[in-house]
């Protein structure tokens, strides 16, 4: 079935350090991929998208690129700060359905 | 940008009462709205589907008769939970799209936290 694959957590790195969160999806078509940002007690927020193959998502650093050989969608920034310490899923949709399909998250701790 | 917002934020009840938690979408009209709990430290769980003015589709696994959901109105989608128990305490989100102008993108809302004592 159709299904989210995201690295498991927590990580943890130093102010200014790389990120990268690996996200590789299954899924039968074309789907729309997205990342979502959740902070502690809140709801999710969008943090970006991409709907076809080689688009690039990009918000507040992160990047993303839509990659369909590698059924992968996974995010990028180059100098991470404390205030991205949250959780982070990866979801996409299909076109023929409603449905978001959620990754697990990633907890994601910046230290200062 | 699109803005969804939930009330209460956090409610606290008692074992055998009801609690109804209302999803709005502000600036938007959401032909359909969608229905979600956390546990703790896991992914959301979709619970149930709802466009406006029909009967929610739940997923499987999920009871109906205890989690009723309303959609009266393109702005406004309702989830009560009936005689709630503690194992009924966790993070409820909604979310709402209009379907008509953006087929792939939901807006959520900022959660509603029920404890059931």
């Known amino acids: 079935g159709d299904s989210v694959t995201q690295m498991e957590g927590p990580v943890t790195l130093s102010e200014e350090a790389f990120l990268t969160i690996n996200c590789t999806y299954t899924?039968?078509?074309?789907?729309?991929l997205f990342w979502y940002v959740q902070y502690p007690g809140e709801g999710l927020q969008l943090l970006l998208k991409?709907?076809?193959?080689?688009d690039k998502g990009s918000n507040k650093g992160f990047e993303a690129t839509y990659r369909k050989e590698t059924t992968s969608f996974h995010l990028e920034k180059g100098s991470v700060q404390v205030s991205d310490s949250a959780v982070y899923f990866c979801a996409l949709i299909l076109p023929r359905d409603d449905k978001i399909i959620f990754g697990k998250g990633t907890r994601l701790h910046i230290l200062p | 940008g699109a803005v969804v917002s939930q009330h209460p934020s956090r409610v606290i009840c008692k074992s055998g009462t009801s609690v109804k938690i209302e999803c709005r979408s502000l600036d938007f009209q959401a032909t359909t709205m969608f229905w979600y709990r956390q546990f703790p430290k896991q992914s959301l769980m979709l619970m149930a589907t709802s466009n406006e003015g029909s009967k929610a589709t739940y997923e499987q696994g999920v009871e109906k008769d205890k989690f009723l959901i309303n959609h009266a109105s393109l702005t406004l989608s309702t989830l009560t939970v009936t005689s709630a128990h503690p194992e009924d305490s966790s993070f409820y989100i909604c979310s709402a799209r209009d379907r008509r102008t953006d087929p792939y993108e939901q807006y959520f809302g900022p959660g509603t936290r029920l404890t059931v004592t």
């Open positions: 899924a039968t078509g074309y789907p729309s």
């Open positions: 991409a709907t076809k193959a080689d």
